[in-house]
């Protein structure tokens, strides 16, 4: 009897242990914030992204495991802006968990930490293509905005965990110190791209050329999520000719073809560059991204 209370004791102790010491779920939409999570949270958290870096995240299809996620989550972070407003609320209506509902603890729209470009001035349309009326979602790929990124997520863990706050910050820190001298790197490594006019694909990387410094002044689509038509393409050949205009930067996940299109008749060289943490291999981490989208720029020969 006396070993069978000792086992029971022994059990219960370890039982405890394990719960206080379980790390937080972290459910993202994105690899990108599940980089940034992992980094701030470190050992104290687990993280899952719902959408692979590899796919457009305005187009995820919620599925049966995606809701398990959520339904586990003490946390969710999301880009915010209109990004999943496709497939985010289905999954959070069948997910069941209060925990991560908008306006709980565990529900972290990102968009709220970072000034957001591109917002309309007036109503949005379905004839203006695929515009957010909050602004631009894709507001990670200006490094700065990692680290507004990063300090939100560490709030908001400390504020979930406060038993572990002095990890988190100190994550954050070597987070952040890491992005600032990195940050020099790139921006010494793009210097050659300061002031160029530059085409590129889709409305996706204004915060790119804002950070390092270049100006698009064009797109492929005439309109956000609009494919080209000929006599766009023909427009686009005439400015890239007049304005002497050098380079067309685009994400992996687009056709090619119309871009081919505009290099066969013009010259202009062609960056494919990584959006998102995941989107090529070995980019596993944020400042992974920005390594991969300087590489991608000097294969273009842009550098």
């Not at 050992?43 to 919620?62: C, I, K, N, W, Y």
């Not at 980019?283 to 000097?298: C, E, R």
Request: aromatic letters at 6%; charged letters at 20%; hydrophobic letters at 45%.
């Amino acid at each position: 009897m006396r070993a069978y209370f000792a086992l029971l004791l022994w059990c219960t102790a370890l039982l405890a242990t394990s719960q206080t010491q379980a790390a937080l779920q972290v459910v993202t939409t994105t690899q990108d914030l599940a980089a940034i999570a992992k980094a701030v949270g470190g050992a104290h958290v687990e993280v899952h992204s719902l959408t692979p870096g590899t796919r457009d995240p305005h187009f995820a299809q919620a599925k049966p495991s995606m809701i398990r996620k959520v339904y586990d989550a003490d946390l969710l972070l999301l880009i915010g802006a209109d990004m999943e407003v496709g497939w985010l609320p289905a999954l959070l209506r069948s997910s069941r968990n209060r925990q991560v509902l908008p306006g709980n603890p565990g529900y972290l729209d990102l968009s709220t930490s970072v000034s957001l470009l591109g917002k309309p001035a007036g109503p949005v349309t379905r004839d203006m293509g695929d515009v957010h009326a909050q602004g631009n979602p894709h507001y990670w790929l200006d490094p700065d905005n990692g680290r507004l990124m990063a300090q939100a997520i560490a709030k908001r863990l400390i504020s979930l965990d406060p038993d572990n706050a002095n990890d988190y910050q100190r994550n954050l820190t070597i987070f952040e110190q890491r992005l600032t001298n990195k940050i020099r790197e790139w921006q010494t490594a793009l210097a050659l791209l300061k002031g160029d006019k530059v085409i590129a694909y889709h409305t996706s990387l204004v915060y790119l050329a804002r950070a390092f410094n270049f100006e698009i002044v064009d797109e492929v689509e005439p309109k956000p999520g609009i494919a080209p038509s000929a006599a766009h393409l023909n427009r686009l050949i005439k400015h890239i000719n007049d304005d002497n205009i050098k380079l067309l930067i685009m994400e992996p996940y687009y056709e090619q073809r119309s871009a081919r299109f505009l290099q066969d008749k013009t010259g202009i060289r062609i960056a494919t560059v990584p959006q998102s943490v995941g989107a090529n291999p070995g980019i596993n981490d944020y400042i992974q991204l920005f390594d991969g989208v300087v590489s991608a720029l000097k294969q273009a020969g842009a550098l």
